[in-house]
């Protein structure tokens, strides 16, 4: 059964523009807080960002949930919610597993860190088989969202200007040149481990949103 066509399609770029200017917004402002070293708590100058609470990681859930609701009422909806939410699950499993080979020091095999880098990629278009819609549009907002990171990294590392952008993580060995610490530490991060993140967070919530509304709809139509 193939998804639903029916109503007006939103276009891609109409869809991620006013989010991926907020993401922007939120990125700049975490930036400025840091560098003004404002709260901790808010702007957290730690390596990985200390999951500050004000950042970009948090807006895949707001942004999934409200993708996947102007796609349902302009007929993109998934063929089976059900379907949806399950190759999400299975997303996670594959991420979850590609961390684990890549990170984890009592794995050790030739490669470890590449096989579980293309597990971790793999990981992203996973939720595409279950909506396709969705994930196309949450793929495009991850790289919307984080490719103005991988930049602002690169003059953040290479200004040492004090913040999250630039801060390596104390345990884990740093290459002797710029670029490639620049490729371990921003590149990889961002274009592979985000960008599958934000796929399935935003995929998982938006699926069960959707689940929950069609369910309240056909109750609702009962009840009539």
Not at 22 to 40: D, F, K, M, N, Y
Not at 102 to 115: D, E, N, S
Not at 214 to 224: C, Y
């Amino acid at each position: 059964m193939a998804e639903t066509n029916s109503g007006t399609r939103p276009s891609m770029k109409s869809l991620i523009l006013f989010p991926a200017i907020i993401t922007l917004a939120v990125t700049l402002l975490r930036l400025v807080g840091e560098l003004e070293h404002w709260s901790p708590v808010l702007f957290n100058r730690n390596a990985g960002g200390g999951a500050a609470l004000v950042g970009i990681a948090w807006l895949p859930i707001i942004f999934g949930t409200y993708f996947a609701l102007k796609l349902s009422s302009s007929g993109e909806g998934p063929a089976s919610a059900g379907k949806s939410i399950g190759f999400v699950v299975v997303a996670i499993a594959v991420f979850v597993l590609g961390g684990f080979l890549a990170f984890a020091p009592q794995v050790k095999f030739p490669g470890k860190m590449l096989v579980g880098i293309v597990l971790i990629a793999a990981s992203a278009v996973i939720p595409l088989s279950g909506w396709s819609a969705l994930g196309k549009v949450l793929l495009a907002y991850a790289f919307a969202a984080r490719i103005p990171v991988v930049l602002l990294m690169f003059f953040a590392m290479r200004g040492s200007w004090g913040t999250h952008y630039d801060a390596l993580p104390p345990e884990q060995p740093v290459p002797a040149t710029f670029g490639a610490q620049y490729i371990q530490f921003a590149v990889v991060p961002q274009l592979v481990f985000w960008i599958a993140y934000t796929v399935i967070l935003g995929g998982l919530f938006g699926s069960v949103v959707t689940a929950i509304a069609r369910r309240g709809k056909t109750a609702a139509q009962g009840a009539s």
